[in-house]
């Protein structure tokens, strides 16, 4: 499997041509993006849609998270020492630890996820509700976020976008994506 590094220029060009229907004139839209990278890229697909619609565009963050994500990032200590430490390591072992990582939590079907939504989530004024995250691998945390929404008794139509969908065996494929069959190593990535 391949690793590129994310381009922001080619990633609003894909915003500006995938999302240039996406907007209804003189309806809502909350923004999703799932915490940790997907805030980055939903602050973008906000700014992008900001530019072309006079739709009044809402955004939110929300957590969802394997276990797995949860220990890497608990302790401030680790992540600093982490992070320091894949400054120093040559390319293309981070790309090695990269794919190794993605291989074994995709064989070991971490299904579970913990799901945090802000308590006073009010869907019904929204015509259009679009999830952000940053990337799909296995599909559960997008496939999570978007059933909870859907048992809200929204009418508002889900969609859904990632910047990559690393296997296109998942479990629930984002509406829209950039990148297949890579992995992308972002600027917020602890080896970014």
Aim: glycine share 4%.
């Amino acid at each position: 499997m391949k690793v590129v590094n994310f381009n922001q220029e080619v990633f609003e060009s894909f915003l500006h041509e995938e999302l240039k229907d996406f907007l209804i004139e003189n309806s809502l839209v909350l923004i999703i993006g799932i915490k940790e990278g997907g805030i980055p890229i939903a602050e973008m697909v906000k700014v992008n849609l900001e530019k072309i619609t006079s739709t009044q565009l809402d955004f939110i963050t929300i957590k969802c998270q394997r276990p797995s994500t949860k220990s890497k990032k608990k302790s401030s200590i680790v992540k600093y020492l982490l992070k320091n430490l894949f400054k120093v390591l040559p390319q293309f072992f981070l790309n090695k630890v990269r794919i190794y990582e993605h291989k074994f939590l995709m064989n070991n079907g971490n299904q579970d996820r913990e799901l945090y939504l802000p308590e006073n989530l009010q869907l019904d004024n929204y015509h259009k509700i679009l999830i952000v995250d940053d990337a799909v691998d296995s599909g559960y945390t997008l496939k999570n976020v978007v059933e909870k929404l859907e048992k809200s008794n929204s009418s508002a139509k889900i969609y859904s976008l990632a910047v990559v969908v690393t296997d296109k065996n998942a479990v629930k494929i984002p509406d829209y994506y950039l990148y297949s069959d890579v992995l992308i190593r972002f600027p917020w990535s602890l080896d970014g």
